[in-house]
């Protein structure tokens, strides 16, 4: 049986995206390896949202190259956005043998024997409709890589809902390699979630560039959390990303009403001016986000909210990044995600100017991150001596301990007896770090 090992980088949707390639290999006769030197197939899933990844990306197809030349007959191929954006020069340029767009997965199989048949060089990248609707991801043996949520726990699963994006922001290439926004069925979307929840999965979410322009007929977004959520009562569902433009109180009404939907929101909102915004084709303004953001705090307490920030883009001031500071300190995001803009050729963005100096840019990056950073430890802070319902799971990779996760999505280290799908509600006792960290006592008296 030939083996395959696969690497991923980016976001969720591709630790998403290499479960269904696994499918894929697994159902046409393949074997996965955790072991690249074991692999007949070195696979790497790509991301091009920043040129920093893409260069990670390149530096270890180097050491791909050299695999195969330490075995007759291994086959290099690239995935994913980089394989869209680069194409042919990934084969001229880096010696991939093979390089597989989005949505030209289910040819991997033939493309894989061909060229194990002598043919070398294929190019997979047609844009089409795909949603990869027939096919149940499966799950890596030690998903390894750059991916921030490379290590997905057996108890929690991704479901991606639909693909692509239509929004066009300025900066991003998203919209060029993953092509356009499309829906997978209601039906299908619910039929995966309860096939993982049969399967032992407790936590499941939701994914899509913006889950909130999801449609299927006349049922939107709101409809289709509440579809899975009521069919999976003891299953915890949460989504990303949401969009802040489309944010309704729709949305936060359907979460109020279902117990097992998180109050966990992701809202990206990139820059705290109005200017930039405008520049960044976000179709808001820094008033409405904050109107969006009083709003989710009204009908949703104790939500936590999380969110994208990006800084050093071409014409931002000085006054511009102070009003991104002043919207980070003003609504006080539990978590976010912080990036210094990275040009990406053939987004509108590639034009604009002036840019901004590279020594600004991560001056600029620095302070947010240290501002953010005082806030997240203020706000796990706020999480000492109060109770939590956590599921775990699995061992804190760090220190002896087990990482549990609240509705709200905050992990918590726990230590005591417990095991990977465990629910317990215990008490925060200190915080390491910014880590909270919970004591369970006794075994039999913790799990709810
Ligand atoms: N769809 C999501 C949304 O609307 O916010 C985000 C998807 S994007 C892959 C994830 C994040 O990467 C963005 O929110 C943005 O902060 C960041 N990003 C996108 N393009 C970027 C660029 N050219 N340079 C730096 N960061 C970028
Ligand atoms: Fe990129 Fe904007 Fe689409 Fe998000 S919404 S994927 S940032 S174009």
Not at 122 to 137: F, G, H, K
Request: net charge positive; hydrophobic share 40%; aromatic share 6%.
């Amino acid at each position: 049986m030939p083996k395959f090992y696969i690497q991923t980088y980016g976001c969720q949707m591709n630790v998403y995206e290499s479960g269904v390639v696994r499918r894929v290999l697994a159902d046409a006769g393949f074997a996965e390896t955790a072991d690249e030197q074991d692999a007949d197939v070195l696979l790497m899933m790509t991301c091009s949202v920043r040129s920093h990844a893409e260069q990670r990306a390149l530096g270890r197809l180097g050491t791909f190259r050299a695999l195969r030349s330490e075995r007759a007959g291994r086959v290099i191929g690239v995935l994913g956005c980089m394989a869209q954006r680069f194409a042919d020069a990934l084969v001229t340029d880096h010696r991939a043998d093979i390089v597989v767009g989005p949505d030209e997965y289910l040819r991997l199989p033939e493309l894989i024997a061909s060229v194990r048949a002598g043919t070398t060089g294929l190019v997979a990248t047609r844009q089409t409709s795909e949603c990869y609707d027939a096919i149940m991801p499966a799950r890596g043996l030690s998903p390894k890589g750059d991916c921030p949520q490379g290590s997905v726990s057996p108890v929690s699963a991704f479901v991606t809902v639909m693909r692509g994006c239509d929004n066009y922001c300025t900066y991003c290439i998203v919209p060029y390699v993953k092509g356009r926004e499309r829906s997978r069925p209601l039906a299908s979307v619910k039929a995966e979630a309860e096939r993982h929840a049969a399967s032992g999965v407790q936590d499941i979410t939701l994914l899509g560039q913006n889950v909130l322009a999801y449609r299927d007929g006349s049922r939107r977004f709101p409809d289709l959390l509440a579809a899975v959520a009521s069919a999976l009562p003891r299953v915890r569902v949460r989504f990303l990303t949401s969009h802040p433009r489309d944010l309704d109180s729709s949305l936060l009404e359907t979460m109020q009403r279902l117990p097992n939907v998180c109050p966990s929101l992701h809202l990206p909102v990139q820059s705290g001016s109005n200017s930039i915004l405008e520049r960044m084709n976000r179709g808001y303004t820094r008033e409405e986000y904050l109107a969006k953001i009083a709003l989710c705090r009204k009908v949703l307490p104790e939500v936590c909210l999380t969110t994208d920030v990006l800084v050093g883009f071409p014409s931002e001031t000085e006054a511009d990044f102070k009003a991104t500071l002043d919207l980070v300190e003003q609504v006080r995001f539990d978590f976010a995600y912080m990036f210094r803009f990275s040009f990406r050729p053939g987004t509108r963005a590639e034009e604009f100017a002036p840019k901004v100096s590279e020594a600004d840019g991560g001056r600029r990056l620095a302070r947010l991150i240290e501002v953010q950073n005082r806030i997240t430890a203020e706000r796990n802070r706020g999480m000492l001596n109060r109770e939590f319902e956590l599921l775990i799971e699995g061992p804190s990779p760090r220190d002896s301990g087990w990482l549990g996760r609240t509705v709200t999505n905050k992990v918590v280290i726990v230590k005591g007896r417990c095991a990977p799908g465990d629910l317990v509600r215990c008490r925060v006792t200190r915080i390491n770090g910014w880590t909270p960290v919970a004591e369970l006592p006794a075994r039999a008296a913790a799990v709810c």
